[in-house]
C-alpha cells in the first residue's frame, strides 16, 4: 500500500510537472517531507531520479509534437545546469554537515522554496504588468542555467516554477517554449546531481527502496503530462501552473512549522 502511495505521487507530480515544466520535484519534495518516511537527503534522491526520468519523457514527447527548441538559448541553460547541479549538490551536503539535524535542514529547503514560490506567485499574477526582456548571448544563458541548476539540486525540486517564470521573464518566450527550456535545464541538472551522488558517496548509502515504482510512475507522467501539454492551450498550461504554486507554497509552509525546533 505503501509504494502504491509512491507511485500515486510520481505520477501526479510528473504529469503535471510535463504539463506545465515545473518538473514534478516542485511537488514530490514537499510531498515526501510531509509523510517523513525518508531523511532530506533520500528524497532529494528519490525525487532527482523520479524528475530525470520523467524529463527524458516529456523532451522526446514535446519535440515529437512539434515545440521547437530555442537551440541559442537551451543548450547555455543546459551547460549552466550542469554546473549548478554540482554546486547544489555540495551545498546540501554543506547544510546538512553544518546543521547537523535533518528535520531543521527540511526547514532551510521548505523555507527557500516557499520565497521562491512567492516571488514565482507574484511575477505570473503581474506578468502583464512588467515588462519581459529579450535577453540573447551564451554568457546570460548559461549564468540563468547555473542558478537554476543550483536551485533544483539543492532543493530536490527540479528547479520547476522558478524555471518557467525566469525563462519567460528573461528571454520573452511563451509558456510551451519556457516549458521545454525548463525541461531540459531540469535534465541536464539533474543528470549532474545524479553524477555528483554517485561519484561521492555513491547510491548504496540511502534508502532507495521506492525509487523503481517512482520511476516508473514518472514514465508514466512524463507520457501523460507530454500529451497533455500538446493538446492543452496555453491559457490552461497557464491556469494549471498557477493552481499548483499555490498548493505547494502551502505544503511548503506547513513543513516549515511542523519541523521548527518545540
Given at each position: 500500500m505503501q509504494y502504491l502511495l509512491y507511485f500515486l505521487i510520481a505520477v501526479g507530480a510528473t504529469t503535471v510537472g510535463s504539463l506545465t515544466g515545473m518538473g514534478g520535484g516542485i511537488i514530490i519534495k514537499p510531498v515526501m517531507d510531509m509523510l517523513g518516511a525518508f531523511d532530506a537527503q533520500t528524497i532529494g534522491v528519490l525525487s532527482s531520479l523520479t524528475v530525470f526520468s520523467m524529463s527524458v519523457v516529456s523532451i522526446g514527447k514535446q519535440m515529437m509534437g512539434g515545440i521547437r527548441i530555442p537551440f541559442d538559448a537551451a543548450i547555455p541553460l543546459a551547460v549552466g545546469s550542469v554546473a549548478g547541479g554540482l554546486a547544489g549538490e555540495r551545498l546540501l551536503r554543506l547544510c546538512v554537515t553544518v546543521l547537523q539535524n535533518n528535520q531543521m535542514v527540511t526547514v532551510v529547503q521548505n523555507g527557500v522554496?516557499?520565497?521562491l514560490i512567492s516571488s514565482v506567485i507574484v511575477y505570473m499574477?503581474?506578468?502583464r504588468r512588467i515588462?519581459?526582456?529579450q535577453l540573447r548571448g551564451v554568457r546570460i544563458s548559461a549564468l540563468v542555467g547555473l542558478f537554476l541548476g543550483l536551485c533544483s539540486s539543492f532543493l530536490g525540486i527540479?528547479?520547476?516554477?522558478?524555471?518557467?517564470a525566469l525563462v519567460i521573464l528573461l528571454f520573452s518566450f511563451d509558456i510551451k517554449?519556457?516549458?521545454?527550456c525548463?525541461?531540459?535545464?531540469?535534465f541536464f541538472a539533474q543528470l549532474s546531481k545524479l553524477g555528483a551522488v554517485a561519484l561521492s558517496t555513491g547510491f548504496a548509502v540511502f534508502d532507495l527502496r521506492a525509487a523503481p515504482v517512482m520511476i516508473a510512475g514518472a514514465i508514466a507522467g512524463?507520457?501523460?503530462?507530454?500529451g497533455l501539454n500538446r493538446r492543452c492551450r496555453e491559457e490552461a498550461v497557464e491556469?494549471?501552473?498557477s493552481l499548483v504554486q499555490l498548493l505547494v507554497l502551502g505544503i511548503a509552509i506547513a513543513n516549515v512549522i511542523k519541523n521548527l525546533p518545540r
Amino acid at each position: 500500500m505503501q509504494y502504491l502511495l509512491y507511485f500515486l505521487i510520481a505520477v501526479g507530480a510528473t504529469t503535471v510537472g510535463s504539463l506545465t515544466g515545473m518538473g514534478g520535484g516542485i511537488i514530490i519534495k514537499p510531498v515526501m517531507d510531509m509523510l517523513g518516511a525518508f531523511d532530506a537527503q533520500t528524497i532529494g534522491v528519490l525525487s532527482s531520479l523520479t524528475v530525470f526520468s520523467m524529463s527524458v519523457v516529456s523532451i522526446g514527447k514535446q519535440m515529437m509534437g512539434g515545440i521547437r527548441i530555442p537551440f541559442d538559448a537551451a543548450i547555455p541553460l543546459a551547460v549552466g545546469s550542469v554546473a549548478g547541479g554540482l554546486a547544489g549538490e555540495r551545498l546540501l551536503r554543506l547544510c546538512v554537515t553544518v546543521l547537523q539535524n535533518n528535520q531543521m535542514v527540511t526547514v532551510v529547503q521548505n523555507g527557500v522554496l516557499a520565497l521562491l514560490i512567492s516571488s514565482v506567485i507574484v511575477y505570473m499574477r503581474n506578468q502583464r504588468r512588467i515588462r519581459s526582456f529579450q535577453l540573447r548571448g551564451v554568457r546570460i544563458s548559461a549564468l540563468v542555467g547555473l542558478f537554476l541548476g543550483l536551485c533544483s539540486s539543492f532543493l530536490g525540486i527540479g528547479g520547476g516554477s522558478v524555471n518557467v517564470a525566469l525563462v519567460i521573464l528573461l528571454f520573452s518566450f511563451d509558456i510551451k517554449t519556457a516549458t521545454l527550456c525548463s525541461l531540459i535545464t531540469i535534465f541536464f541538472a539533474q543528470l549532474s546531481k545524479l553524477g555528483a551522488v554517485a561519484l561521492s558517496t555513491g547510491f548504496a548509502v540511502f534508502d532507495l527502496r521506492a525509487a523503481p515504482v517512482m520511476i516508473a510512475g514518472a514514465i508514466a507522467g512524463g507520457f501523460i503530462g507530454g500529451g497533455l501539454n500538446r493538446r492543452c492551450r496555453e491559457e490552461a498550461v497557464e491556469r494549471t501552473f498557477s493552481l499548483v504554486q499555490l498548493l505547494v507554497l502551502g505544503i511548503a509552509i506547513a513543513n516549515v512549522i511542523k519541523n521548527l525546533p518545540r
